[in-house]
């Protein structure tokens, strides 16, 4: 699916199928950018999950950019409370289709909120500062944390960029809040106990970012 829509039970649906279940109330639009990645998490649920065809987020091929503006194009927007881009892979490794779906998506509804789910790890990727890329374009950027120091950073996320990953994840959140309104950080409830989200809370705390715990979906 290059659009879906989320359900109780860590159901993913196409967007047909979540309108006859739940006709009535408005959804977030998920837009599944890549299969790519630059991590791979040991709790991530794209190497755990195993979901029916016609609702499967794993793409078989590369979707062009009119490919995706032809499912938003097809999205009854009324039903639509904001529109984020996310997936089972790492959204910033298509740094260019991202921020052209983005604008696209601003162009088209320009009141609409919009979101960007991200491991943060898009300027190593890149060897540059890619925040100023989503000014205009992004309500809101939510970047996994994870964990509160770099050891245990890379034994979950497994990094391609090693130990340095961390410092590099931080950064490119203090880059953003220069560029987008609402810069959060998260973590992930039953992969960390309390001690680790304090901690968590506390280097958010320290550099001026929000930090959510996110319910963990082992469905």
């Given at each position: 699916?290059?659009?879906?829509?989320?359900?109780?039970?860590?159901?993913?649906?196409?967007?047909?199928?979540s309108?006859?279940?739940?006709?009535?109330?408005?959804r977030?639009?998920?837009?599944?950018?890549?299969?790519?990645?630059?991590?791979?998490?040991?709790?991530?649920?794209?190497?755990?999950?195993?979901m029916?065809?016609n609702?499967?987020?794993?793409?078989?091929?590369?979707p062009?950019?009119?490919?995706?503006?032809?499912?938003?194009?097809?999205?009854?927007?009324?039903?639509?409370?904001e529109?984020?881009?996310?997936?089972?892979?790492?959204?910033?490794?298509?740094?260019?289709?991202?921020?052209?779906?983005?604008?696209?998506?601003?162009?088209?509804?320009?009141?609409?909120?919009?979101?960007?789910?991200?491991?943060?790890?898009?300027?190593?990727?890149?060897?540059?500062?890619?925040?100023?890329?989503?000014?205009?374009?992004?309500?809101?950027?939510s970047?996994?944390?994870?964990?509160?120091?770099?050891?245990?950073?890379y034994?979950?996320?497994?990094?391609?960029?090693?130990?340095?990953?961390?410092?590099?994840?931080?950064?490119?959140?203090?880059?953003?809040?220069?560029?987008?309104?609402?810069?959060?950080?998260?973590?992930?409830?039953?992969?960390?106990?309390?001690?680790?989200?304090?901690?968590?809370?506390?280097?958010?705390?320290?550099?001026?970012?929000?930090l959510?715990?996110?319910?963990?979906?082992?469905?």
């Amino acid at each position: 699916m290059l659009v879906y829509a989320t359900h109780k039970g860590g159901k993913y649906l196409p967007l047909e199928e979540s309108l006859r279940i739940q006709p009535e109330g408005k959804r977030n639009l998920y837009v599944n950018v890549t299969n790519e990645c630059n991590c791979a998490c040991t709790f991530c649920l794209r190497n755990m999950k195993k979901m029916a065809e016609n609702h499967s987020l794993w793409l078989k091929k590369t979707p062009s950019l009119e490919d995706f503006r032809a499912a938003l194009d097809a999205v009854p927007w009324e039903y639509i409370r904001e529109v984020v881009f996310c997936g089972f892979g790492e959204p910033t490794m298509q740094l260019e289709k991202l921020t052209a779906l983005l604008r696209y998506v601003k162009q088209h509804h320009p009141d609409m909120p919009t979101r960007l789910n991200t491991n943060g790890l898009g300027e190593l990727e890149y060897g540059r500062e890619i925040a100023a890329d989503f000014k205009g374009l992004l309500d809101t950027v939510s970047i996994s944390l994870n964990a509160s120091n770099a050891q245990r950073y890379y034994e979950l996320t497994r990094a391609k960029y090693g130990l340095k990953s961390y410092e590099a994840m931080l950064t490119f959140a203090e880059h953003c809040k220069k560029y987008v309104p609402h810069v959060v950080l998260t973590i992930v409830d039953k992969v960390e106990g309390p001690d680790e989200i304090a901690k968590c809370r506390k280097i958010c705390e320290e550099r001026g970012l929000t930090l959510r715990v996110r319910e963990y979906e082992d469905s």
